[in-house]
Nanobody
């Protein structure tokens, strides 16, 4: 059974930075679609940053230019670098992975992801 374990969340002032990490064990073959979702209190889960296939990326409009997703294949670890954080970024952040590649257009649909981490809380204080 594949397990995704996130770390790196915390409480930071507005304008601060965090880097989330997600270790995927065992690694999933065939470069599957993977990335990050988030869910704020009372809100729905929303896609934040996804790698649909190697060398393609999709970001939510609200985080473009501030967040960067990356993958270290050697370490089976997915990262989300978050800069210039805003109070509206406060949410539980989830690492997600599918069993196969996905299209850019479908990559923000939570239904396509088989594996979810337990979540890590990010709180941005104004």
């Amino acid at each position: 059974q594949v397990q995704l374990v996130e770390s790196g969340g915390g409480s930071v002032p507005a304008g601060g930075s965090l880097r989330l990490s997600c270790t995927i064990s065992p690694p999933i073959n065939n470069n599957p679609c993977m990335g990050w979702f988030r869910q704020a209190p009372g809100g729905e889960r929303e896609g934040v940053a996804i790698i649909p296939t190697l060398a393609t990326f999709r970001y939510a409009d609200s985080v473009k230019g501030r967040f960067t997703i990356s993958l270290d294949n050697a370490k089976n670890t997915l990262y989300l670098r978050m800069d210039n954080l805003k109070p509206e970024d406060t949410a539980m952040y989830y690492c997600v992975a599918a069993n196969r590649v996905c299209s850019v257009s479908s990559s923000f649909s939570p239904m396509i992801y088989t594996y979810w981490g337990q979540g890590t809380q990010v709180t941005v204080v104004s």
